[in-house]
């Protein structure tokens, strides 16, 4: 199993003091996703809150490595490394990070360069030099740039996990070559990505053609009664819009079809999504709890 988080997981807010206890937070997150093996994190606007030195010095000698292709100091120099290498299962991973672009607030001369460029330039050197299976983009940014790398980036970069607008749960979306994924919000869930890894070529989402499949079926059906509809129909004006929903229903039919019939062929490389919802049905680790509501107290309106 590889671990990884996408950003913005060590602060509620990106300006510096609107948690009075935004430091103790911010440790005990590096010290539970360390503990937990995650393997790589990329630096968001929200973890940013107490600056770069910050947050060098408390993730110091952890195994999690942060990450940012594109994060600078003043003097252009990068203040993160823009990637890792790791080997899981046999299957060579290379892990990009990225940052919003643009100056950090509060952070004098800390910027984020464009991180589109600097993505594309990383995960072809490591396609190259290190030869890796998969790269996998950890994208701390807004989520319509990661939707533009996702249609841009050409074969470069197979995976992109996006972090920033707190936009919650949602399904792998694949633009061009690669796939974006969202992943959950506010540490609610985690995401669970199957990958099954051989070959060349895009990732194929299993899920994708089992919602091919439901959709076609449910489009069958609704095509049989628009045809009944159209047989009863009197007047031309009516017999005109069911010939045109018909048209227009047995065109989809087509697609989906195309979808179906793909998914059936098989691939060497797929992915399969799922959510893992942490509510009440999964047991706290008391060592944590007890950490935690030293820091948010049951009942405190942070709780």
């Known amino acids: 199993m590889l671990v990884l988080e996408a950003g913005n997981a060590l602060f509620k807010f990106a300006a ?23 393997t790589a994190m990329a630096v968001g606007e929200r973890d940013l809150t107490l600056g770069a030195d910050f947050l060098t010095r408390a993730s110091k000698d952890r195994k999690m490595k942060l990450l940012s292709a594109n994060l600078v100091d003043a003097g252009g120099k990068p203040l993160f490394p823009a990637s890792t290498v790791v080997t899981v299962g046999g299957v060579k991973f290379g892990l990009v990070g990225l940052s919003p672009e643009g100056p950090v607030p509060g952070q004098k001369g800390v910027v984020g360069r464009p991180p589109m460029p600097a993505a594309i330039a990383e995960s072809r050197r490591l396609r190259t030099q290190e030869k890796v299976d998969v790269v996998v983009v950890l994208a701390a940014m807004p989520y319509m740039e990661a939707v533009k790398l996702s249609m ?84 031309e004006r009516t017999r005109k819009t069911w010939q045109e929903t018909i048209a227009d229903f047995e065109a989809r039919q087509k697609a989906l079809a195309l979808e179906v019939e793909s ?41």
């Open 16 to 38: 510096k003091g609107s948690d009075p206890k935004e430091k103790e937070r911010a440790t005990l997150l590096l010290e539970t996703m360390d503990a937990l093996g995650t």
């Open 263 to 303: 998914g059936k062929q098989g691939s060497e490389r797929t992915l399969r999504l799922s959510y893992i919802a942490l509510g009440g049905s999964i047991q706290d680790d008391p060592e944590v709890k007890k950490r935690v509501e030293r820091i948010e107290p049951p009942g405190s309106a942070s709780h």
């Open 152 to 235: 841009e980036s050409g074969n470069a970069v197979d995976l992109i996990l996006q972090s920033h607008d707190r936009r919650g749960q949602g399904v792998a979306q694949r633009n061009d070559f690669a796939t974006l994924v969202p992943t959950g919000e506010r540490g609610r869930e985690i995401g669970h990505l199957t990958l099954s890894v051989g070959g060349k070529g895009p990732f194929v989402d299993l899920s994708e053609t089992e919602r091919a499949r439901q959709n076609l079926k449910m489009l069958e059906a609704n095509l049989q009664q628009a045809r009944r509809s159209l047989a009863a129909a009197k007047d």
